[in-house]
């Protein structure tokens, strides 16, 4: 029978533990209405959950769903708007769903594609009595489907650049594709000497033209030129029926349900997430336990309510704004539920606490969490709001 999940397990000390207390402790003050919204914007498993059961095929499919929704209401709602309809209102909607949108792609990449990469589908359907050949089909068939979806790099390119990002000799420096990723969009230590500089360097690339192009550019060579002919010939039906839906649907639905979520908010949904993992800028690689876990982090969209004397109306005003323009858009197209639990994803393999079901990250971390004899080393710091993550990253490559 599956232990319910009880936050009063949390191994006292443990680094990270403290900052996860005090989010159940908040969320507790929390009228009981409320808390279902506060741990889903969280990710954070409830108090008496247990550990759903992992279907890849179902959570591929919920994803194109849940993607298809959120389009629909940013269509209508934009579609609303610029008809004058509650401009603000339908705006907003329009603007909260086309984030939905741009999760659910990125969830496609980080999620479906990265983690059938590890092979942990294909293990998965093995211990369910699925043949090696045909569960390592299924794993195709999921990177594939997956990566035309959301036009990104198909599965093989994936996962070979990715081996290397969990090589404990690439991770953080140049030798990590995603670390040469970073120093070639110029965020590395020694480029900025203010902090000031490395969030101008931010600001002027998510609204760089000529960037988005190049990152769109590279996500169609490897759907488009790259791959077997059948897999491109899919990447171009789905590119066609994208383009070919402006002739069909109002310009302000288009572009809300689909144009930008799947190229400009993609490209700056990636970088953001990518930015936000680990820090960048090693020199050399991370052997020791300790040394990977002091690389990564686990990052929680949400802020601590104002309590005792801070309490006042213009604190809980700054926190409702907190929570509803900082962590709700966040958690909506950059903090995959699995994402939130990244560090952990790094640290389990070499902790000897290896799992398979990625969705359920988030509950393998606690439950390493509430586990006393597993190694303390092996721990994250954990991270509140979006903001700080960025902030850790801009001291790093600022650092003397």
């Known amino acids: 029978?599956?232990?319910?999940?009880?936050?009063?397990?949390?191994?006292?000390?443990?680094?990270?533990?403290?900052?996860?207390?005090?989010i159940y402790d908040d969320i507790a003050r929390m009228p009981r209405a409320a808390r279902a919204f506060a741990y889903e914007l969280t990710g954070l498993p409830a108090p008496g959950s247990t550990v759903p059961a992992f279907r890849p095929f179902l959570a591929l499919v919920r994803d194109i769903v849940w993607t298809g929704a959120f389009a629909g209401v940013a269509?209508?709602?934009?579609?609303?708007?610029?008809?004058?309809?509650?401009?603000?209102?339908?705006?907003?909607?329009?603007?909260?769903?086309?984030?939905?949108?741009?999760?659910?792609?990125?969830?496609?990449?980080?999620?479906?594609?990265?983690?059938?990469?590890?092979?942990?589908?294909?293990?998965?359907?093995?211990?369910?009595?699925?043949s090696k050949t045909a569960a390592e089909r299924a794993t195709h068939v999921i990177q594939d489907v997956a990566s035309i979806f959301s036009i990104t790099r198909n599965g093989e390119d994936y996962a070979h650049d990715h081996d290397k990002h969990h090589d404990v000799k690439n991770l953080g420096t140049e030798r990590d594709p995603d670390g040469a990723d970073m120093k070639a969009d110029g965020f590395w230590t020694g480029v900025f000497r203010t902090k000031r500089d490395f969030y101008t360097k931010l600001a002027l690339t998510l609204f760089n033209p000529v960037w988005h192009i190049k990152k769109l550019g590279a996500r169609l060579h490897s759907n488009l030129l790259r791959g077997s002919w059948p897999r491109r010939a899919a990447a171009l039906?789905?590119?066609?029926?994208?383009?070919?839906?402006?002739?069909?649907?109002?310009?302000?639905?288009?572009?809300?349900?689909?144009?930008?979520?799947?190229?400009?908010?993609?490209?700056?949904?990636?970088?953001?997430?990518?930015?936000?993992?680990?820090?960048?800028?090693?020199?050399?690689?991370?052997?020791?336990?300790?040394?990977?876990?002091?690389?990564?982090?686990?990052?929680?969209?949400?802020?601590?309510?104002?309590?005792?004397?801070?309490?006042?109306?213009?604190?809980?005003?700054?926190?409702?704004?907190?929570?509803?323009?900082?962590?709700?858009?966040?958690r909506l197209a950059v903090l995959d539920r699995s994402m939130a639990g990244h560090g952990w994803h790094h640290l389990a393999w070499p902790a000897d606490r290896k799992f398979d079901d990625w969705t359920n990250t988030i509950f393998r971390m606690m439950e390493y969490r509430c586990a006393p004899e597993a190694p303390a080393a092996a721990a994250t710091p954990?991270?509140?709001?979006?903001?700080?993550?960025?902030?850790?990253?801009?001291?790093?490559?600022?650092?003397?």
């Open 75 to 130: 269509g209508v709602s934009a579609q609303m708007a610029a008809e004058g309809t509650f401009p603000l209102i339908t705006g907003g909607i329009a603007f909260y769903a086309a984030l939905g949108v741009t999760g659910r792609l990125r969830r496609m990449s980080v999620g479906h594609v990265h983690e059938a990469g590890h092979d942990v589908v294909t293990r998965h359907l093995m211990k369910k009595g699925w």
């Open 382 to 400: 954990v991270l509140l709001g979006p903001e700080t993550t960025l902030e850790r990253q801009a001291r790093f490559q600022t650092r003397a």
């Open 237 to 330: 039906a789905m590119l066609t029926v994208l383009v070919g839906s402006a002739f069909i649907l109002p310009l302000p639905a288009w572009l809300a349900a689909i144009a930008l979520p799947w190229t400009v908010m993609y490209n700056m949904a990636s970088l953001l997430q990518v930015l936000t993992k680990h820090t960048y800028g090693h020199k050399g690689g991370a052997p020791k336990l300790q040394d990977q876990a002091r690389r990564c982090h686990e990052r929680i969209a949400y802020h601590l309510m104002p309590k005792g004397a801070e309490a006042t109306p213009l604190a809980w005003l700054a926190w409702v704004a907190q929570i509803a323009f900082i962590d709700v858009p966040a």
């Open 1 to 22: 029978m599956a232990t319910a999940f009880n936050p009063e397990n949390l191994v006292s000390g443990r680094k990270g533990n403290k900052t996860l207390k005090a």
